[in-house]
C-alpha cells in the first residue's frame, strides 16, 4: 500500500511570509503526526492530529499551527516565517487502534523548507 | 519534561565490529520506547520497539535492544555491523497519557561503517 506522501518535496520562502504543508496519510491511519527536524535540533515534535482534532502539542510558537480533515490528511501552517524556521518537516501516521501510543508510526520524505 | 539522550553523535566502525548504542531516557512512569533508523536518502523507518514484556527485544537487520527500567536505559546493539548499516540511528520515546502520540527523538547517532 501506499506511504506517507507530503507536498511539496522542497520549498523556498521569504522571511516574514507564510507556507502550509501538506500530508496525506497511509489509507487506515488516523493519527497523523509533525516533526521538525534541524541539524542543531534534531527532531521535535510539533503535534499530533486525531479525527479533526489536535490531541497532542509540542512546545513550539503559535507560528506553527495545523489542521486535520475528514479523510485524515492534514495540512500545517506557518505563519511570518523567521529563518531559523528552515528545516525538514515529517509527518507521521499512525493506525491508533486503540492502543494510542502503542501503535508504530510510519514517516514521509520530508518537506524540505528554506526561508531566505 | 521528559527527554531522551544518546551518547554518541557519530561513530565510525569497521565492518564486522560490534556496534552499541546509548540511550537514556528521562521519565518516570511507563513509556513505550523505539529505535528508528534513517538511511541515506531514505525515509525514517522503525527499527525496533519495546512497550512491554521481554525486555530485549529484537528488530529488523540483525538490531537488538534491551531495555533496564533501573536505568532508564535502551540501548540498541548488533553483534556485526555492515557497510550498509551506515545510517543515522534515532532512540525515541512516547509515554501512554491520555492518549496518541508526542514522541521524543534523541538527538540521533550518526554512524558510519568503513568497508
Known amino acids: 500500500k501506499a506511504g506517507v506522501t507530503q507536498t511539496p518535496r522542497y520549498l523556498i520562502k521569504t522571511r516574514g511570509q507564510q507556507v502550509t504543508l501538506s500530508c496525506s496519510p497511509i489509507?487506515?491511519?488516523?493519527?497523523v503526526s509533525w516533526y521538525q527536524q534541524t541539524p542543531g535540533q534534531g527532531l521535535q515534535f510539533l503535534f499530533e492530529y486525531f479525527s479533526e482534532t489536535q490531541r497532542n502539542k509540542g512546545n513550539f510558537p503559535g507560528r506553527f499551527s495545523g489542521r486535520q480533515f475528514s479523510n485524515s490528511r492534514s495540512e500545517m501552517n506557518v505563519s511570518t516565517l523567521e529563518l531559523g524556521d528552515s528545516a525538514l518537516y515529517l509527518c507521521a501516521s499512525a493506525r491508533d487502534r486503540g492502543g494510542g501510543s502503542s501503535d508504530e508510526q510510519y514517516f514521509g520524505p520530508g518537506t524540505r523548507l528554506t526561508v531566505t | 519534561a521528559q527527554s531522551v539522550s544518546q551518547h554518541n553523535h557519530h561513530v565510525i566502525l569497521s565492518e564486522a565490529a560490534s556496534l552499541e548504542l546509548g540511550c537514556n531516557y528521562s521519565y518516570g512512569g511507563t513509556v513505550n520506547l523505539f529505535w528508528y533508523v534513517q538511511y541515506p536518502g531514505q525515509h525514517l523507518q522503525l527499527l525496533l520497539k519495546y512497550f512491554s514484556g521481554d525486555p530485549l527485544v529484537k528488530g529488523i537487520k540483525g538490531f537488538e535492544a534491551e531495555f533496564i527500567k533501573s536505568k532508564f536505559s535502551f540501548n540498541l546493539r548488533k553483534p556485526s555491523v555492515q557497510w550498509s548499516d551506515t545510517a543515522e540511528y534515532f532512540c525515541a520515546v512516547n509515554t501512554p497519557n491520555t492518549g496518541g502520540f508526542k514522541t521524543i527523538f534523541g538527538a540521533g547517532t550518526r554512524l558510519f561503517v568503513k568497508a
Open positions: 489509507s487506515g491511519h488516523r493519527s
